[in-house]
């Protein structure tokens, strides 16, 4: 079973270039997140989508652009790379939004980004 | 708004020691409280959760009480494996809200 796939898993990239994480999953979920981890820091949301075609900001969405593009894919678009957004990223989804799910999200296997 | 507090890490243990990882959280109303887990090279995945007061959440030997009168969830298992060792967050959601999450706690068990 794929549950939600991530790509690319690793990415170097050069202050000011642009790029798209891609996110899918296969498990008929609703709502689908980004999340971005850092040490001492935890997770953090950056952006969500509670239902196909609805995003909304999270906690830290500075810099980043989202495309929730049918119900299975939700990507993340750094335009203009920082060496502040080196950082790994979990893309994750789950039935529904809440209040009604069960908080349970599926978690990728993230994708580890360095901005030089 | 609402947070999550963690105990700093890491946590070191010798196998078969008691565990326990303290959570406290800040919220108004009633959240629900997960713990989840993520072990080396691997996305979170959730590991119990308790979704009012009282409930008892309780997984693959862990266990984590819900406690409204000291806005507290703590993990504890009685007796830890070196497969367990992983980065453990404890989270919370309301009405209408995403997950929160804590900023994780490293555990170490050696055998």
């Known amino acids: 079973n794929a549950g939600v796939t991530q790509t690319p898993k690793f990415q170097v990239l050069k202050t000011g270039q642009s790029m798209t994480l891609q996110c899918a999953q296969d498990?008929?979920?609703?709502?689908m997140y980004w999340y971005r981890q850092d040490p001492g820091m935890g997770l953090r949301l950056i952006y969500y989508s509670a239902s196909e075609g609805t995003t909304d900001k999270g906690e830290v969405p500075n810099g980043y652009n989202v495309s929730r593009l049918n119900k299975r894919e939700f990507s993340l678009r750094l335009e203009s790379a920082a060496p502040s957004q080196t950082s790994v990223y979990f893309c994750?989804?789950?039935?529904?939004?809440?209040?009604?799910?069960?908080?349970?999200?599926?978690f990728g296997e993230g994708s580890r980004l360095t901005v030089l | 708004g609402n947070s999550v507090t963690q105990m700093e890490g890491p946590v070191t243990l010798s196998e078969e020691a008691f565990l326990t990882i303290n959570c406290t959280y800040t919220?108004?109303?009633?959240?629900?409280l997960f713990w989840y887990v993520q072990y080396p090279g691997e996305g979170l995945q959730l590991l119990l959760k308790a979704t009012k007061a009282d409930d008892k959440g309780s997984n693959k030997g862990f266990e984590a009480t819900y406690r409204k009168e000291t806005t507290s969830f703590h993990l504890e298992k009685g007796s830890v494996q070196v497969s367990d060792s992983a980065v453990y967050f404890c989270?919370?959601?309301?009405?209408?809200?995403?997950?929160?999450f804590g900023k994780g706690t490293t555990l170490s068990v050696s055998s």
């Open positions: 989270a919370l959601t309301q009405a209408g809200t995403a997950l929160i």
């Open positions: 919220a108004t109303g009633y959240p629900s």
């Open positions: 498990m008929n979920h609703n709502s």
């Open positions: 994750a989804s789950s039935v529904r939004f809440y209040p009604t799910n069960t908080g349970e999200l599926f």
